[in-house]
């Protein structure tokens, strides 16, 4: 989304919360088959909501002060948050499961690794790799990047600006939500919309590795962060304040 609009969104988790609870909704609240309730979230909600967000917000603020698309970001992530206490009661226990139920896993060296994870880790290699073919393989990708760096010439190129920045904004969109429906059951699988709407600030750190331009160094640096959290909340000794 940055690289396609210059606004670095700080409502991402905002919007993958929101998804998360969409999906709980329709699966779990309504009882629809899995599918369809990922159907109607991946291919209905979350292209919806990044259409709307740019056409009744982001559209306006190209030429708009950096600290004025920070602060905007900031007060749509607030108001998703609040959106989220209005439909779905905070004090309501709400929980997820893992695709193929929690047990369902497979053996590597003697590790156990539920298959759940191994959907999150594929669909996590797909996305980098797909992103990364789209931005500089594909006509579309590459207009996209250059919405935010000459809109102009973009136009005398037969391109349209505006439709290929809601386009980007749609699929972040939509990449926001899946990322909500696959981290929540990893989670523990309780639905609680402070922490998913702050699981973003973990992708902001992940972001830097890639200097917000580079999706492949932002994927080994998730991997890399991820895995020394873990590593050190298992082995380091609890002693070791510092940690």
């Not at 060296?109 to 931005?135: K, N, P, Q, S, T």
């Not at 980007?168 to 709407?197: D, H, Q």
């Amino acid at each position: 989304t940055y690289n396609t609009s210059g606004i670095f969104n700080f409502a991402h988790g905002a919007q993958a919360m929101l998804g998360a609870f969409a999906y709980w909704q329709f699966r779990y609240g309504w009882g629809l088959p899995t599918p369809v309730a990922l159907l109607l979230v991946l291919g209905v909600l979350g292209p919806l909501m990044g259409l709307a967000l740019y056409v009744l917000i982001m559209r306006g603020m190209r030429n708009t002060a950096e600290v004025t698309k920070i602060v905007v970001t900031v007060s749509i992530l607030l108001g998703m948050l609040s959106v989220s206490h209005w439909f779905w009661h905070p004090e309501q226990a709400r929980t997820m499961t893992m695709f193929f139920g929690d047990q369902a896993k497979i053996d590597i060296f003697g590790v156990g690794i539920r298959y759940h994870e191994l959907i999150c880790i594929a669909v996590a290699v797909l996305i980098a790799i797909g992103l990364r073919v789209m931005f500089t393989r594909t006509r579309s990708g590459v207009a996209m990047r250059g919405v935010v760096d000459d809109p102009d010439l973009l136009r005398l190129n037969g391109h349209d600006p505006d439709r290929l920045a809601a386009l980007s904004w749609m699929l972040g969109s939509t990449l926001a939500v899946l990322a909500g429906i696959l981290v929540t059951p990893i989670n523990g699988g309780t639905l609680e919309a402070n922490m998913l709407t702050l699981l973003v600030i973990d992708a902001f750190a992940a972001a830097m590795f890639g200097r917000l331009r580079s999706i492949p160094r932002t994927f080994a640096g998730a991997l890399f962060l991820g895995l020394t959290a873990t590593y050190v909340l298992a082995y380091f000794p609890t002693a070791w304040t510092w940690t």
